[in-house]
C-alpha cells in the first residue's frame, strides 16, 4: 500500500469560534496520537485530506504527516486516520484522529466485504443475493491491510451459504471473526406481501363463498316459482 503525504501545522487555534474560521479557510482541525506520543492538535488542507480518504483503501490509507512545529521544525509520522467526524449534512469532514502506527505492527482494521460474479443459480430459481456481511475486521501489518475483501457469488445457488471461513484472504492477512458468520445466502423466492393470505381468512372465505352459492340457490327458486305461477294462471 502507497504511503500518502500529508502536512499538518500545529499552531492551530483552539475553541469553537476559532476552529469554524479554521475551516472556513479551508482546514480541518485533527489530533495526532499514539505509541506514546502526547495527542497534538494539528490542522490539515481540506481538499488535500478528502484526496488522500478518497483512494481505494479509504480509512486504511497509510498517511505520511509531515508535522510542522515552531518548536520542533518538521518530524514525520507514519499514521491512519481514525475516529473521522463529518457534517451531518454536508457530509465534510470536520474532524479527524491521526494514530500513529509502525510498519512491523499488526493492527485490525475494517474492510468492505464486496461481491463479484454472478449468481445465476440462483437468479434462475427467482432467489435473492442476501449480502449479510458487508465489512470484515482483519489483522495485517499496515501495508498488508487490503482495500477490500471479495467473495465470488458465480457458484452460489439457492439454500447455499458463503461463511467466513471460506474466504480466501490475502496472505499475511488473518481475521479473528467467527468463521461459521455468514458473508452471503441464496435466498429461495420471497412471497410477496399480497400474495399472502391473513391467519383465519382461509375459512371467513369459504363461508363468503357458501353463503354466496346459498343466495344464489334461492334466487334460482324463486325465479321458477314465478315461472310456475305465471303458467297456471
Not at 423466492?189 to 363461508?207: I, R, S, T
Request: charged share 25%.
Amino acid at each position: 500500500m502507497a504511503e500518502i503525504s500529508l502536512t499538518v501545522e500545529t499552531d492551530r487555534p483552539r475553541g469553537s469560534r476559532p476552529t469554524r474560521r479554521l475551516r472556513s479557510a479551508g482546514m480541518t482541525p485533527g489530533v495526532v496520537y499514539g505509541h506514546g506520543v502526547d495527542p497534538l492538535p494539528v490542522a490539515v488542507d481540506a481538499k488535500s485530506l478528502r484526496a488522500a480518504l478518497s483512494t481505494g483503501a479509504g480509512l486504511n490509507a497509510l498517511l505520511s504527516l509531515e508535522v510542522e512545529s515552531p518548536e520542533d521544525g518538521r518530524t514525520n509520522h507514519l499514521t491512519m486516520a481514525r475516529e473521522v467526524q463529518r457534517h451531518p449534512v454536508r457530509g465534510v469532514i470536520t474532524h479527524v484522529d491521526f494514530l500513529i502506527v509502525r510498519r512491523d505492527e499488526i493492527m485490525t482494521s475494517d474492510v468492505p466485504v464486496s461481491l463479484v460474479g454472478e449468481a445465476l443459480g440462483v437468479h434462475r430459481g427467482d432467489g435473492m443475493v442476501d449480502h449479510q456481511l458487508f465489512t470484515l475486521a482483519v489483522q495485517a501489518v499496515p501495508a498488508l491491510i487490503p482495500n477490500e475483501v471479495t467473495v465470488d457469488v458465480s457458484a452460489l445457488a439457492i439454500g447455499d451459504t458463503i461463511r467466513v471461513g471460506d474466504i480466501a484472504l490475502p496472505e499475511g492477512v488473518s481475521t479473528e471473526v467467527d468463521p461459521e458468520t455468514a458473508v452471503v445466502v441464496g435466498q429461495p423466492p420471497q412471497v410477496k406481501e399480497e400474495d399472502l393470505v391473513p391467519e383465519g381468512a382461509e375459512e371467513a372465505m369459504g363461508a363468503v363463498e357458501g353463503e354466496d352459492a346459498g343466495a344464489a340457490v334461492s334466487e334460482e327458486e324463486e325465479a321458477g316459482a314465478g315461472r310456475r305461477g305465471s303458467g297456471e294462471g
